[in-house]
């Protein structure tokens, strides 16, 4: 019995010593064992599925990011709050007071990114539509008439009338976020369209309001 365990102790370190590997790290080897055949199937596997994985959510598609479907989720939550500042008036005060306030401005981008990144791009650059980042605009001069396009349309419809197809509270909102990008060019948009016109007025005195959404964790 002895010696059968011996022999088999010596055919276990003779097989043991075939697959060590040749290199040493500090004097010590290791076993030169193949990898789990699961281990490299699953490996094999997550190879297969990133290719159609990253094209699905990473080519440029609006709304399949994960930034973007953290944005629509987010917007769909502050017009949750719509109640808590009733209807808003579509005029200029309004606009100019929105344009500043930059958790509504979330809600008016989310707005922007469904309906509009197709003429004007994802940022607001331009592409079919005039670029919206710069100081140059071909149907607006003054804040108010961004309100006034986006509810009646433009250029003999190539900027379409959006006032039966959103409520007025985010005609306002998407207005003031559309207002937002002015001066945010980084000179990679379509080039400036049409004139150059005077700065939006500047932010209105900040006060205590029920209308500013609850913070999001």
């Not at 989310?110 to 791009?121: D, L, P």
């Amino acid at each position: 019995m002895s010696d059968q365990n011996h022999n088999a102790s010596d055919s276990n370190d003779a097989s043991s010593a075939g697959t060590l590997t040749e290199e040493s790290f500090d004097g010590i080897q290791q076993f030169d064992h193949p990898l789990p055949k699961w281990w490299v199937w699953l490996f094999a596997g997550c190879l297969v599925f990133a290719p159609p994985y990253f094209w699905y959510y990473h080519n440029g598609t609006e709304g399949r990011s994960l930034a973007d479907q953290h944005d629509q989720r987010l917007a769909e939550n502050l017009k949750l709050q719509f109640s808590q500042m009733g209807d808003l008036k579509a005029d200029r005060e309004t606009l100019v007071r929105f344009t500043y306030e930059d958790s509504w401005l979330r809600v008016g981008r989310a707005i922007f990114k469904t309906n509009c990144v197709s003429c004007h791009g994802r940022n607001g650059a331009g592409q079919v539509g005039p670029n919206l980042q710069d100081d140059h605009y071909k149907n607006v001069s003054d804040i108010a008439d961004i309100l006034r396009v986006l509810q009646n349309g433009a250029n003999a419809g190539a900027m379409p009338a959006w006032k039966s197809k959103l409520s007025t509270n985010e005609i306002v909102l998407v207005s003031a976020y559309v207002a937002s990008l002015r001066g945010t060019s980084d000179g990679s948009g379509k080039p400036a369209e049409g004139r150059e016109i005077p700065p939006w007025p500047q932010a209105p005195p900040k006060k205590a309001s029920a209308e500013e959404p609850a913070a999001q964790g």
